[in-house]
């Protein structure tokens, strides 16, 4: 067993290095001067690896030694967190062991939601929060800066209005989306909102692709060929906004993504979502929410599920591009 179990975790502990590696390049081209903990980190996993490699020609207690060093890096990173491979890869499997697509009604309307966007067929893709009656978001939504597929790019941070955003993904995207509702007192939405304007502070407005066309021609035809963000912009109405820099303004798809903004703000918002530990998937987090809710946790204290057949219908005319049922 030890032949197949010890190769595995040194392949692991080595690829952790390897992405903190490519989170502290980004970093440094970025601008971002809290680095120490990421390269702290990233030696750590370096060592450990190198040493792990040469476990059966030193002492097992040796090898033990750095496997507690490592298990404290491994903690320190909880910031850096693990491969989004890993949900990518167990989450559909585990999601049809939920019964979250059971549409309890909510008992009020709550503080705060955490949003996650389950493609057809259950493989989850996405999370953001919701607010104040708009959605927060980040991702990599700018085609012109993808590279490696969409696995980096210049990420982007956008708000739109919660309903509209809801609909749009049910109809357009074809995607169900599961709500958890928080209660948070005044103190805790207070300093999510701080947290938030202290990430926007490194921001400037960012314009989709439609959105300019409009700004010069008015009379412009809308097209199912435009971008992500185009159609976001039409049907949703959403705000763009890109980084001058640091940790938010390269997307990286392992460590740098949608969940990092999430992260953030959810980690002001009380110590039972604070303390979890590594988090970095959209899986992880909503197997978290689930589980608190389920346990009657007086932070998450509701579970909504959106699709096609039950979201909000709407009349004008602009919203009706993703009213009509097919």
């Given at each position: 067993?030890?032949?197949?179990?010890?190769?595995?975790?040194?392949?692991?502990?080595?690829?952790?290095?390897?992405?903190?590696?490519?989170?502290?390049?980004?970093g440094s081209r970025d601008g971002n001067e809290n680095q120490a903990l990421d390269i702290i980190v990233f030696?750590?996993?370096?060592?450990?690896?190198?040493?792990?490699?040469?476990?059966?020609?030193?002492?097992?207690?040796?090898?033990?030694?750095?496997?507690?060093?490592?298990?404290?890096?491994?903690?320190?990173?909880?910031?850096?967190?693990?491969?989004?491979?890993?949900?990518?890869?167990?989450?559909?499997?585990?999601?049809?062991?939920?019964?979250?697509?059971?549409?309890?009604?909510?008992?009020?309307?709550?503080?705060m939601e955490v949003l996650f966007h389950l493609r057809p067929g259950g493989k989850l893709g996405h999370c953001?929060?919701?607010?104040?009656?708009?959605?927060?978001?980040?991702?990599?939504?700018?085609?012109?800066?993808?590279?490696?597929?969409?696995?980096?790019?210049?990420?982007?941070?956008?708000?739109?209005?919660?309903?509209?955003?809801?609909?749009?993904?049910?109809?357009?995207?074809?995607?169900?989306?599961?709500?958890?509702?928080?209660?948070?007192?005044?103190?805790?939405?207070?300093?999510?909102?701080?947290?938030?304007?202290?990430?926007?502070?490194?921001?400037?407005?960012?314009?989709?692709?439609?959105?300019?066309?409009?700004?010069?021609?008015?009379?412009?035809?809308?097209?199912?060929?435009?971008?992500?963000?185009?159609?976001?912009?039409?049907?949703?109405?959403?705000?763009?906004?890109?980084?001058?820099?640091?940790?938010?303004?390269?997307?990286?798809?392992?460590?740098?993504?949608?969940?990092?903004?999430?992260?953030?703000?959810?980690?002001?918002?009380?110590?039972?979502?604070?303390?979890?530990?590594?988090?970095?998937?959209?899986?992880?987090?909503?197997?978290?929410?689930?589980?608190?809710?389920?346990?009657?946790?007086?932070?998450?204290?509701?579970?909504?599920?959106?699709?096609?057949?039950?979201?909000?219908?709407?009349?004008?005319?602009?919203?009706?591009?993703?009213?009509?049922?097919?």
């Open positions: 067993m030890s032949v197949i179990i010890i190769p595995a975790i040194i392949v692991y502990i080595f690829f952790k290095a390897m992405i903190k590696l490519v989170d502290v390049i980004m030696f750590s996993y370096l060592l450990a690896g190198i040493i792990l490699s040469f476990a059966p020609a030193i002492r097992w207690g040796t090898a033990l030694t750095l496997l507690i060093f490592y298990c404290a890096a491994f903690r320190l990173s909880n910031r850096g967190f693990p491969s989004v491979f890993v949900s990518t890869l167990i989450f559909p499997r585990f999601i049809r062991r939920l019964d979250i697509l059971k549409n309890p009604i909510c008992p009020e309307v709550p503080d953001d929060i919701a607010f104040n009656g708009r959605v927060v978001s980040y991702g990599n939504y700018d085609t012109e800066t993808y590279k490696w597929g969409r696995t980096f790019g210049q990420g982007i941070f956008f708000t739109a209005e919660r309903n509209r955003y809801i609909r749009f993904c049910a109809v357009h995207d074809l995607k169900t989306t599961v709500c958890y509702g928080l209660k948070l007192s005044p103190e805790r939405i207070a300093k999510a909102k701080e947290e938030i304007i202290r990430i926007l502070k490194q921001s400037y407005p960012w314009e989709s692709k439609f959105q300019r066309l409009c700004e010069r021609e008015p009379d412009a035809a809308y097209s199912d060929d435009l971008d992500y963000c185009s159609k976001l912009w039409f049907a949703a109405g959403a705000k763009f906004r890109k980084f001058h820099s640091g940790g938010f303004k390269s997307y990286f798809a392992i460590s740098k993504n949608c969940v990092l903004l999430v992260w953030h703000i959810l980690r002001e918002t009380g110590n039972k979502i604070h303390g979890m530990g590594v988090i970095i998937t959209p899986g992880n987090l909503l197997c978290l929410l689930e589980r608190l809710f389920k346990s009657g946790d007086d932070i998450v204290f509701s579970r909504i599920v959106y699709n096609k057949s039950n979201t909000i219908k709407y009349k004008t005319d602009e919203e009706d591009v993703w009213g009509k049922e097919s």
